[in-house]
């Protein structure tokens, strides 16, 4: 029996498996297991307490149950001759052919969604595959009540990558807000120029932020915003449920991971269909099948609805922060991660009678959790 835990990533609050992997370290913690942070890349400002605390504690791992959880590179080599867990994701529908000798020497794997899971499955992944919704931490994104202020700003939250469909976004609000000059478009990236992948605009109601934000989360960025466009093919897509959990009324492709997320939302979030599929050919990666493209002239008649009706699109905020307070919000730091749970299947961990708090309304302990599993 041994009650620690190894986790490689990436630990810093400006991108999503960095933010996890965070969230993952300080629920597990407060469960009373041991846990090993291993950072392949560490900015300690912005980190919490909790964690820099845990960190302090860190030391080369040893022979506990190691997790990765990152996306598929050489980093994983050192640690794929030992038994581990991985966590990750991929966003079309062919996993890289590169990353299955690494995916198929894992115990098991941890991905965010339906459609992650069945895609592995699809892509030859043979060990167990585990859903494990990511998801966002209430303290950092909760409701947010929006003032009346004369025209429409519309966000788009992601790097400028072809996946994430940015030049779809602006063409589509170009078009619903031509002649507008109240409409303010912000499209907020990272990783400086690199992220921001040489876009430029000759619209001045059109903003571009590129830099890295060591606040934990960016919901300044949410507040100012009346409603939020995810037209991106995701794995999970966080911005998405940020956005709903903020009151932002959402206009979402409903496409690989995050048509996981439209299909469960229903009417509470502006679903908009691939108008299509595109080859995707990654560099250094290959082929990795298709992905949805969005649907543009659908991404413009969501908007002309919430530029007419925005009472409406207001309350239709309101109601999709609700259902992700209720029923699908999951701070990691507050609950102990879902992929801890079924983790006792697969390797033998010591996890203490400690309690841990609500669960689909029932306050419970650790070991009244698992056995429910």
């Given at each position: 029996m041994i009650d620690r835990v190894s986790l490689v990533g990436e630990y810093y609050v400006h991108d999503g498996y960095a933010g996890m992997s965070e969230y993952i370290a300080v629920g597990m913690a407060r469960l009373g297991v041991q846990v090993n942070p291993v950072p392949l890349k560490l900015t300690r400002e912005g980190l919490s307490a909790d964690f820099l605390d845990i960190l302090s504690r860190s030391r080369a791992p040893g022979?506990?149950?190691?997790?990765?959880?990152?996306?598929?590179?050489?980093?994983?080599?050192?640690?794929?001759?030992?038994?581990?867990?991985?966590?990750?994701?991929?966003?079309?529908?062919r996993v890289p052919a590169s990353w299955l000798p690494w995916l198929?020497?894992?115990?098991?794997?941890?991905?965010?969604?339906?459609?992650?899971?069945?895609?592995?499955?699809?892509?030859?992944?043979?060990?167990?595959?585990?859903?494990?919704?990511?998801?966002?931490?209430?303290?950092?994104?909760?409701?947010?009540?929006?003032?009346?202020?004369?025209?429409?700003?519309?966000?788009?939250?992601?790097?400028?990558?072809?996946?994430?469909?940015?030049?779809?976004?602006?063409?589509?609000?170009?078009?619903?807000?031509?002649?507008?000059?109240?409409a303010r478009l912000i499209i907020k990236a990272r990783f400086g120029a690199m992220g921001r992948g040489?876009?430029?605009?000759?619209?001045?109601?059109?903003?571009?932020?590129?830099?890295?934000?060591?606040?934990?989360?960016?919901?300044?960025?949410?507040?100012?915003?009346?409603?939020l466009l995810a037209l991106g093919s995701e794995g999970f897509g966080?911005?998405?449920?940020?956005?709903?959990?903020?009151?932002?009324?959402?206009?979402?492709?409903?496409?690989?991971?995050?048509?996981?997320?439209?299909?469960?939302?229903?009417?509470?979030?502006?679903?908009?269909?691939?108008?299509?599929?595109?080859?995707?050919?990654?560099?250094?990666?290959?082929?990795?099948?298709?992905?949805?493209?969005?649907?543009?002239?659908?991404?413009?008649?969501?908007?002309?609805?919430?530029?007419?009706?925005r009472s409406e699109a207001r309350d239709l905020g309101r109601a999709a922060s609700e259902w992700q307070r209720v029923g699908q919000t999951r701070s990691h730091a507050r609950r102990p991660p879902p992929s801890f749970f079924w983790m006792k299947s697969y390797a033998c961990i010591v996890m203490p009678p400690v309690l841990i708090g609500q669960s689909h309304g029932t306050c419970c302990t650790a070991s009244h959790w698992t056995q429910q599993q």
């Open positions: 022979g506990e149950p190691l997790i990765f959880n990152s996306w598929i590179r050489p980093a994983l080599e050192p640690y794929a001759q030992r038994e581990h867990f991985i966590h990750t994701m991929w966003e079309s529908s198929n020497r894992a115990k098991a794997l941890m991905v965010p969604t339906r459609f992650v899971a069945d895609m592995f499955r699809a892509s030859g992944v043979t060990p167990p595959v585990e859903v494990t919704p990511d998801g966002v931490d209430p303290d950092v994104y909760h409701y947010v009540e929006r003032p009346e202020r004369e025209g429409i700003t519309t966000l788009v939250v992601g790097t400028v990558v072809p996946r994430k469909h940015v030049g779809h976004a602006i063409r589509a609000w170009q078009s619903a807000f031509d002649g507008d000059p109240a040489g876009l430029t605009v000759d619209d001045d109601r059109i903003t571009v932020v590129d830099g890295d934000e060591t606040t934990r989360g960016i919901l300044h960025w949410y507040e100012r915003a009346d409603v966080l911005p998405l449920v940020e956005g709903m959990a903020t009151g932002l009324p959402a206009i979402a492709l409903s496409s690989e991971g995050q048509g996981d997320v439209c299909a469960d939302a229903g009417d509470l979030v502006l679903a908009v269909p691939p108008a299509g599929w595109e080859d995707v050919v990654e560099p250094e990666l290959g082929r990795c099948g298709v992905r949805g493209v969005p649907d543009i002239d659908q991404v413009v008649r969501h908007l002309e609805w919430v530029k007419k009706h």
